[in-house]
T-cell receptor, first 114, second 116 residues
Framework: QKEVEQDPGPLSVPEGAIVSLNCTYS??????FMWYRQYSRKGPELLMY??SSGNKEDGRFTAQVDKSSKYISLFIRDSQPSDSATYLCAMSPLGAGNNRKLIWGLGTSLAVNP | GAVVSQHPSRVICKSGTSVKIECRSLDFQATTMFWYRQFPKQSLMLMATSNEGSKATYEQGVEKDKFLINHASLTLSTLTVTSAHPEDSSFYIC????????????FGPGTRLTVL
């Protein structure tokens, strides 16, 4: 079993739809959760950064973490064609040092159709 | 956010040659940088952790003699693919944590390597 599971999709939605992306994980030590967006042939860019459980909202994006279920989600409201990209979840455990490597999901490919 | 650059963005080389890829943190210092490779429609695969002033730490299955990493300064890490072969063709991406938030990493734009 992989430490982080993410459905690769592809996911196709009409413009304006609410998109739900999610990852599950097995390591209860994970405390830091991130969502990255990657456009084709570009490096990933950080979208959301969350520590421990709870919700975080930034514009049209909402990140949720449910540590009891080991489940994290990213919601995109009023999706736009420019949101078409691959979304990767990443996480890391609590521990000493700031330079700990991340554990990555496979990434979900999203297409928002005009 | 912090800026990480990579050079070159794309390189095509003949089999057997060596290729050097540079990763720079432009507006912050990075004692650690990470090197990833990514095959089409697949996730990031961590290759190695580059440490300024010391040897890189390689992930299991990554040949350290083939993928040479040098972290010469607090803003520069280089990855050299030695004696490249077509199976080394991939997208190579570096990242650096900024230290302002634990484990937050900023990525370079990537380097597309094609070995003929």
């Amino acid at each position: 079993q992989k430490e982080v599971e993410q459905d690769p999709g592809p996911l196709s939605v009409p413009e304006g739809a609410i998109v739900s992306l999610n990852c599950t994980y097995s390591n209860s030590a994970f405390q830091y959760f991130m969502w990255y967006r990657q456009y084709s042939r570009k490096g990933p860019e950080l979208l959301m950064y969350t520590y421990s459980s709870g919700n975080k909202e930034d514009g049209r994006f909402t990140a949720q973490v449910d540590k009891s279920s080991k489940y994290i989600s990213l919601f995109i409201r009023d999706s736009q064609p420019s949101d078409s990209a691959t979304y990767l979840c990443a996480m890391s455990p609590l521990g000493a040092g700031n330079n700990r490597k991340l554990i990555w999901g496979l990434g979900t490919s999203l297409a928002v159709n005009p | 956010g912090a800026v990480v650059s990579q050079h070159p963005s794309r390189v095509i080389c003949k089999s057997g040659t060596s290729v050097k890829i540079e990763c720079r943190s432009l507006d912050f210092q990075a004692t650690t940088m990470f090197w990833y490779r990514q095959f089409p429609k697949q996730s990031l695969m961590l290759m190695a952790t580059s440490n300024e002033g010391s040897k890189a730490t390689y992930e299991q299955g990554v040949e350290k003699d083939k993928f040479l990493i040098n972290h010469a300064s607090l803003t520069l890490s280089t990855l050299t693919v030695t004696s490249a072969h077509p199976e080394d063709s991939s997208f190579y991406i570096c990242s650096a944590p900024t230290g302002t938030r634990r484990d937050e990493q900023f990525f370079g734009p990537g380097t597309r390597l094609t070995v003929l």
